[in-house]
């Protein structure tokens, strides 16, 4: 009976602590599923994925949708578990965890996406800078077969950058750009290098002389000497050294090369004479005066390249160099010709005579088309930071 009335107390004592045991879980809400770090977490992965953190910030991106796969499968595990043995600390702990990291990818992303964007936007607008000069270039100065390719893939790939630009891959317009950018310089300096004997100290000297001796020329005879400057695209006639009249010209495709041989596509620069008069029906085009390019300097300048592996053995210097009408294009087309509009023809035609002097030269110093467009293209290659 005894030991009876001591069985009972320990009986109620067990009860009260196996009660309190399975309850203790419940009263200090370790058994609650943490519902609210749950949804935060998805949410700030959401939000994250939507300012393109997968994107611009992925190894942090990543590393937040692992934590939130850890906190998932943990939170999973606790909810199938007896009530009272379920524990959430841990998941809401790692939701925590992976909202934290989420909420750090998304404000890396849009950084890294105005950086880029800003990177893009100064390569695209730089290349820009260095095509648009390329391109004026190329349109005043005959381009190689290798020289146009170069032209339309830069053209090309500054479209392409321009495109992805405007579709937020800033760093595929980056990298399209830069290319842009290089094949433009490329061309550019080749161009301007062609074109920079137009802004030589030594050559635009020597220039100078010939059209002063053309002009002292026609002041001791009083007599008619043409000078034609192809940097300016001007024909100017003189009588008695004083000028009587100015016109615009075409010349030689080819138009920043002295002419060396039979097919360059370029206009002779030196001292030469009219040696024949073509009227209408003489000559291929409206009127001509015809000059007796090759001279002799032509002849030895054309030896000497030949010696120098620089055009073919078997090149010929050509001929049929004239002043004809059929021009006034605004744009030079000519196979070495100089060439006028119809009306300025029958001026230079009457004005001239067997024997004129003519004088063409590159530049006489005074700008020209050629010097200016190599300094635009200087000035864009500084703002591009070459």
Same mark, same amino acid.
């Given at each position: 009976m005894k030991k009876r009335w001591i069985l009972i107390p320990v009986a109620v004592l067990a009860v %009260? =602590? $196996? $009660? %309190? %045991? %399975? =309850?203790? /879980?419940?009263?200090?809400?370790?058994?609650? /599923? /943490?519902? $609210? $770090?749950?949804h935060l977490a998805l949410r700030a992965i959401e939000d994250a994925r939507a300012h393109g953190a997968d994107s611009w910030a992925a190894e942090r991106f990543r590393e937040a949708e692992t934590r939130l796969a850890e906190a998932l499968t943990e939170y999973r595990t606790q909810e199938v578990r007896f009530l009272p043995m379920r524990d959430f600390a841990a998941a809401e702990s790692v939701f925590v965890l992976a909202e934290a990291i989420a909420h750090e990818a998304a404000e890396g992303a849009v950084s890294s996406k105005e950086s880029a964007r800003g990177s893009a936007r100064q390569s695209v607008s730089r290349a820009k800078i260095s095509v648009d000069a390329s391109s004026a270039l190329a349109a005043t100065i005959h381009l190689s077969r290798e020289e146009r390719s170069l032209l339309n893939r830069s053209r090309l790939f500054l479209s392409r950058a321009e495109d992805r630009q405007r579709d937020g891959h800033y760093d595929e317009a980056r990298q399209l750009a830069e290319k842009a950018a290089v094949w433009a310089e490329d061309l550019g300096t080749r161009c301007a290098e062609r074109a920079a004997r137009y802004t030589q100290g030594p050559l635009v000297r020597s220039w100078r002389r010939m059209v002063q001796e053309t002009i002292e020329w026609s002041r001791r005879t009083g007599k008619t000497a043409i000078v034609v400057t192809k940097a300016n695209h001007r024909l100017m006639i003189y009588r008695g050294g004083v000028v009587r009249a100015t016109y615009p010209c075409d010349i030689g495709y080819n138009n920043v090369s002295d002419k060396l041989r039979s097919g360059d596509g370029a206009t002779p620069e030196g001292k030469y004479t009219v040696v024949q008069k073509k009227g209408r029906g003489q000559s291929k085009y409206y009127k001509a005066l015809l000059i007796d390019y090759p001279n002799s300097l032509d002849k030895k300048e054309l030896q000497e390249a030949k010696r120098k592996g620089l055009v073919p053995r078997n090149a010929t210097p050509g001929g049929l160099i004239e002043i004809h009408g059929d021009g006034g294009r605004g744009n030079d087309w000519t196979q070495g010709c100089v060439a006028v509009s119809n009306d300025l023809m029958d001026k230079i035609f009457d004005a001239a005579e067997v024997g004129t002097p003519v004088t063409i030269v590159g530049s006489d110093g005074d700008g020209g088309v050629f010097q200016e467009l190599v300094l635009r293209f200087q000035e864009a290659r500084r703002a591009r930071g070459g």
């Open positions: %009260f =602590s $196996a $009660a %309190f %045991f %399975f =309850s203790w /879980p419940i009263l200090t809400g370790k058994t609650t /599923p /943490p519902e $609210a $770090a749950r």
